[in-house]
């Protein structure tokens, strides 16, 4: 059984960072594609960033110059760090994970991490 769990999520003043992380837990897991998703209130949830298993990234436009996606294979864990936060980047944070089952990815979720900046 596969499981994202995340962490890092939290309240901070507009200008400020934080890291926020995702550890896949699981034996012997093969992981493709890992990214982070954000949902503010009233709005859909959106892709804010990905990486894939070569190292490759992308981001929404709203992002760049901002957050630094990365992940550590050997932990499977998948890394946001957020500088220079606005108050528009409030919003609960997934991570999602394509994880290999045989010869299909499948699609994993964490549980979400709430990320708040205002003063």
């Known amino acids: 059984q596969v499981q994202l769990v995340e962490s890092g999520g939290g309240l901070v003043q507009p200008g400020g960072s934080l890291r926020l992380s995702c550890a896949a837990s699981?034996?012997?897991?093969?992981?493709?594609?890992m990214g982070w998703y954000r949902q503010a209130p009233g709005k859909e949830r959106e892709l804010v960033a990905r990486?894939?298993?070569?190292?490759?990234?992308y981001y929404v436009d709203s992002v760049k110059a901002r957050f630094t996606i990365s992940r550590d294979n050997a932990k499977n864990t998948v890394y946001l760090q957020m500088n220079s936060l606005k108050p528009e980047d409030t919003a609960v944070y997934y991570c999602?994970?394509?994880?290999?089952?045989?010869?299909?990815?499948?699609?994993?979720w964490g549980q979400g991490t709430q990320v708040t900046v205002s003063s």
């Open positions: 699981g034996s012997r897991i093969s992981i493709n594609a």
């Open positions: 999602n994970a394509d994880i290999w089952g045989g010869v299909r990815l499948y699609d994993y």
């Open positions: 990486i894939t298993s070569g190292g490759t990234t």
